[in-house]
């Protein structure tokens, strides 16, 4: 089965010949040109990622990928002709995977689909079995779930991916750029404000009292030992 690609974007004159593209690299392309369509698709199709404009004829994108993030965890890069280092932050935010700014080299893009794709399928094969505990967390890696006390934590997959790198290795500091290599990409090129970003709603979403160390210059640490009782 090939891999299916949704397209949301309302400009037939980029989405058609890109659709196009897609096709001949062995991709499966559909196109909704709306905020509405594009969530029907998402919700009828099942699509395996989504390339999602923000600038839409009947909503902004932002809150179509806030209700993807709330209904499923598809890949979702978001295409915008706005390129400040705040929207992308604010995009990646929301729990976009990738942001690319119009106009844009199909070459690249469909370059950052497979990036993306590989990095969404990674996750899973190289996840161990079993779940992780330390004191009142514990992360569910098979079910991808996490909870705190025994309360459900609402994490995005970045979320989810930040806290199991930081419990894999509790008591242990890690570093910047290995958390970037491993939940973003090895060939990330931006800002790491983003870490930054994810790391302060993850803190947020964990609650008190805090489990997650700033190690100023280095990277971050989950402050329980691997070994403590809960």
């Known amino acids: 089965m090939r891999t299916r690609i949704l397209i949301v974007e309302d400009e037939a004159s980029i989405a058609e010949p890109f ?4 096709e001949r690299e062995g991709f499966e392309a559909t196109v909704a040109d709306s905020a509405a369509a594009a969530l029907e698709s998402v919700r009828g199709r099942r699509p395996d990622l989504v390339l999602l404009d923000l ?12 209700t993807l993030r709330a209904e499923s965890q598809v890949p979702v890069i ?3 002709a706005r390129g400040t280092e705040t929207d992308r932050v604010v995009g990646l935010e929301l729990g976009a995977d990738d ?6 080299s199909a070459v690249e893009v469909i370059a950052r689909i497979r990036a993306v794709l590989r990095r969404a399928s990674g996750v899973a094969a190289a996840t161990p079995s079993g779940p992780i505990r330390i004191r009142d967390v514990e ?4 079910a991808r779930r996490a909870t705190r006390a025994g309360a459900d934590l609402e994490l995005s997959r970045k979320e989810f991916d930040l806290l199991a790198e930081l419990m894999r290795h509790a008591g242990a500091v890690v570093r910047r750029e290995d958390l ?10 931006g ?7 994810h790391m302060g709603w993850l803190r947020r979403k964990l609650g008190e009292p805090p489990l997650i160390d700033t190690v100023r210059g280095v990277g971050f640490r989950f402050a329980a030992g691997a070994g403590e009782a809960p």
């Open 19 to 22: 659709a196009r593209l897609l």
């Open 55 to 66: 600038a839409l004829p009947d909503g902004d994108g932002r809150d179509v990928c806030r």
């Open 78 to 80: 978001m295409l915008t």
């Open 99 to 104: 942001y690319v700014v119009k106009p844009f």
């Open 139 to 142: 992360l569910d890696l098979d």
């Open 180 to 189: 970037m290599s491993r939940v973003w990409d090895e060939n990330w090129f």
């Open 191 to 197: 800002s790491t404000k983003t870490l930054d970003v």
